[in-house]
């Protein structure tokens, strides 16, 4: 049986070290998986269905924000009934959680389903692309409850202080996918379906494998589901709607600055967008430690040890300050070369690189925001994160980047992005050292307080 860790005693730093390290690589073959079916796709197919997939990815990821939004609000409840000791409570809330999404999952699905072409020409998609995408698009929506399922059940070993298990449901995905998408697309002439056939047999192997796994092991407390009663289903909407919400403020705000970098040339366009793909995988450190972090204060919010949840958040904001600054120093040397891997042309090189290197060193006050939200998220203070996450953006980084790149050309975007990043890290202290976060009470007595 895999090791579950008790945050609520021990050295903290230890732990946060042993227990983010699994989620880091976790992270990164989730990030890698995206990377295998575009190469796939785009090798074997053409253009036009790699740009299939891409605009039918962007609805796909719309829909795991608010699965991530869910699984926020999951980490939150079930690790603070692991810090109770309370297995009853711990029970209920995993089967109503069970039960709730397993309902949203269908419901999306079907309505997915059939609401395809409205959603694909929402988004403009090229006539040429459009069969193809929703085909691709249609087979996702059939197998949701599986990408549900699959990032469900890593959220609640990560409650319960196991990192290590679902590492080893993402290797199984990833191993499957790498193997299916060229069987299913080229070997078995599926095209475009075929990718889309892969992922979702990837990920419902995977699921059903973990879930095998868990219960073989009894690694969590899984029971017969039943229907849950409605302060459970309230307490779970109340978490999960604004934390999806927050994935939804963040992809309006990444839009929202790609406008003001459209007002540069193509080169500028192309350098940006190079340079965003490295910061997806620079950024995985300090995820992981958010979500780590989470975790650790909320089990020891749900024992009480608010002294405890203190220091967990200063070994996080160290610990993710030490790893952000070494990696903003590798960025700094190697900026050249990683925009390289993406782009052959001279004066986007050129942007990408000044970019990167004018933002590196701000990479940890990035990661400070990722800690204190995770801390504050924790105790299910998800409207306050919310509001902390429209404030970095759509208050600073969209107006700040606008601002500083009419005053400096487009320098003034590296420096706009790399100046909100250090304000909303002073905000996000601010509310973390004065707010009201820690009088969040999720729990009545009699509903397993």
């Not at 070369?337 to 933002?359: M, V």
Request: charge should be positive.
């Amino acid at each position: 049986m895999k090791k579950q860790h008790d945050f609520t005693s021990g050295n903290i730093l230890k732990q946060l070290i042993f227990f983010s390290g699994p989620i880091m690589l976790t992270n990164l073959l989730q990030t890698s998986y995206q990377v295998v079916d575009s190469l796939w796709v785009g090798n074997l197919l053409g253009a036009n269905a790699l740009g299939a997939v891409a605009v039918s990815s962007t609805i796909v990821f719309t829909v795991l924000s608010f699965v991530i939004g869910m699984n926020n609000a999951a980490l939150t409840i079930l690790s603070q009934q692991k810090g109770k000791s309370h297995s009853t409570g711990l029970k209920k809330y995993l089967n109503a959680f069970v039960v709730l999404l397993t309902f949203l999952s269908m419901g999306l699905g079907i309505a997915g389903f059939f609401l395809t072409d409205w959603l694909l020409a929402i988004l403009g998609t090229p006539e040429e692309m459009k069969e193809l995408a929703a085909s691709y698009l249609r087979i996702n929506f059939l197998g949701i409850l599986f990408l549900f399922g699959y990032n469900f059940i890593s959220t609640v070993l990560r409650s319960l202080g196991d990192s290590k298990t679902p590492l080893l449901f993402v290797v199984t995905a990833v191993c499957l996918n790498v193997v299916l998408d060229p069987l299913f697309i080229s070997v078995f002439n599926f095209g475009v379906q075929g990718a889309a056939y892969a992922t979702i047999i990837s990920q419902g192997t995977s699921f059903i494998v973990g879930m095998a796994f868990i219960l073989h092991r009894r690694l969590a407390p899984f029971t017969i589901p039943t229907f849950p009663n409605w302060q459970e289903i309230k307490l779970i909407l109340n978490l999960g709607i604004p934390s999806g919400l927050q994935m939804a403020v963040i992809s309006a705000g990444v839009a929202a600055i790609m406008s003001v970098v459209t007002g540069f040339s193509s080169n500028v366009v192309a350098g940006f967008s190079a340079a965003q793909r490295l910061d997806s995988l620079l950024m995985l450190p300090a995820h992981a430690l958010g979500t780590s972090v989470s975790s650790m204060a909320g089990q020891n919010i749900g024992a009480g040890n608010w002294d405890r949840v203190k220091q967990i958040a200063k070994y996080g904001v160290l610990y993710n300050f030490t790893v952000m600054l070494i990696v903003g120093f590798f960025v700094f040397l190697l900026a050249d070369f990683g925009i390289h891997l993406f782009i052959k042309d001279e004066q986007s090189i050129a942007f990408g690189t000044k970019y990167l290197q004018i933002i590196a060193f701000c990479y940890p006050f990035l990661g400070i925001n990722f800690i204190l939200n995770g801390i504050v998220r924790a105790a299910g203070a998800m409207y306050q994160v919310l509001v902390l996450n429209i404030l970095s953006f759509w208050v600073l980084r969209y107006p700040l980047t606008a601002i500083f790149s009419g005053l400096f050309g487009d320098t003034g975007i590296a420096i706009g992005m790399g100046s909100s990043f250090l304000v909303s890290s002073l905000i996000a202290y601010l509310y973390y050292r004065f707010g009201k976060w820690r009088k969040k009470e999720l729990f009545k007595k009699k509903h397993g307080g």
